[in-house]
C-alpha cells in the first residue's frame, strides 16, 4: 500500500482490562489547536468506538478515567461519532497496514501526540518509545497516573487531574500534571496556563509548544491548566459542583 494513512502499531489485551485493543497512528492532521502532529488512537479492536461507549467497554481503553459516561453524562472532550468512528471505519476497511518500523520512520522529525483518544497507558510503553525514537518531540496525558498501568509513563506524559487536589497528589508522586479548570479557578504554584488555548491567544498550537511531554526532566518544570471548553463543559461544570469530580 502507497503513502498510508496511518499504521496499526501495536494490537493486544490492554493493560486496564486484557480485553483486546488497537493503537493506530494517522500520519496527518487538520486538528487546529494540536496543529499537524502525528495522531494516535487507542480503540477496541472487536468492537466499534460508540458500542463501546453504550456498553461500557471503553474502560479497556480508558481505564478510570471520570470523563467517561457517567451520572452526569460523558465529559470527555473528544467526539467519537466524528474522527474516532473514521479512524475505526479505516481500520476495519484494512486502511491501515500494520507496520510500527514504518510508522516509527513516519514520525521522524515529527511532533507526535500520545491518545488522541484512549490513554496511552492502556498500551505497554515500550510501544510508544518505539514510535517516538526519531520523533522531533511530543505531548501525552494519563488519568491513570494513580495506578499501576499508568506509571511507566511518568517521563512520557503529564497526569490528568481534575482539582488542585489532585494536582498535589501527582506532583507528590513526581508527575507533572495537566489539569482542566473552571474558568474562576486560579492557577496554582508552577501552572501556566496552555499556551495552545484559547484563553492564552498566542496563537500557538501544541506542534509547536510541546511542553505537554512529561517528568524526564522532573517535576519541578511548570505544569499545564486550561478551561474547561467545548461539548463536555456544562457536563464538567455539573460534575464539580455535583462533587463527583
Known amino acids: 500500500m502507497q503513502n498510508p494513512l496511518g499504521y496499526v502499531l ?64 460523558r465529559t470527555c472532550y473528544v467526539s467519537v461519532g466524528q474522527s474516532v468512528m473514521n479512524v475505526w471505519k479505516a481500520y476495519k476497511r484494512g486502511r491501515y497496514p500494520r507496520d510500527p518500523a ?14 488522541a483518544y484512549g490513554d496511552p497507558a492502556a498500551v505497554h510503553v515500550r510501544v510508544w518509545h518505539s514510535l517516538l525514537q526519531r ?28 482539582s488542585a487536589a489532585e494536582l498535589e497528589r501527582a506532583r507528590s508522586a513526581g508527575w507533572r500534571t495537566f489539569r482542566v479548570r473552571a474558568a474562576p479557578e486560579p492557577l496554582q504554584a508552577r501552572e501556566l496556563v496552555c499556551p495552545a488555548s484559547a484563553e492564552n491567544d498566542t496563537g500557538r498550537t501544541c506542534s509547536t509548544c ?26 464538567f461544570e455539573r460534575a464539580r459542583a455535583a462533587g463527583s469530580m
Open 10 to 73: 501495536w494490537q493486544g489485551p490492554s493493560k486496564f482490562d486484557g480485553k483486546p485493543i488497537v493503537a493506530i497512528a494517522i500520519i496527518k492532521s487538520r486538528n487546529s489547536k494540536t496543529g499537524n502532529m502525528v495522531q494516535t488512537f487507542i480503540l477496541r479492536a472487536d468492537q466499534s468506538p460508540l458500542d463501546a461507549l453504550a456498553n461500557g467497554a471503553d474502560v479497556s481503553i480508558c481505564g478510570d478515567c471520570v470523563h467517561r459516561p457517567g451520572p452526569d453524562g
Open 102 to 115: 514504518a510508522a516509527a520512520a513516519a514520525c521522524a522529525g515529527r511532533m507526535v501526540r500520545l491518545g
Open 135 to 162: 520523533a522531533a518531540g511530543h505531548t501525552g496525558y494519563t488519568h491513570a497516573w494513580h495506578v499501576r498501568a499508568g506509571r511507566a509513563l511518568k517521563s512520557l506524559a503529564m497526569a490528568s487531574v481534575d
Open 210 to 235: 510541546g511542553a505537554c511531554s512529561g517528568a524526564a526532566r522532573g517535576p519541578a518544570q511548570a505544569s499545564v491548566a486550561i478551561i474547561v471548553h467545548g461539548p463536555a463543559a456544562r457536563g
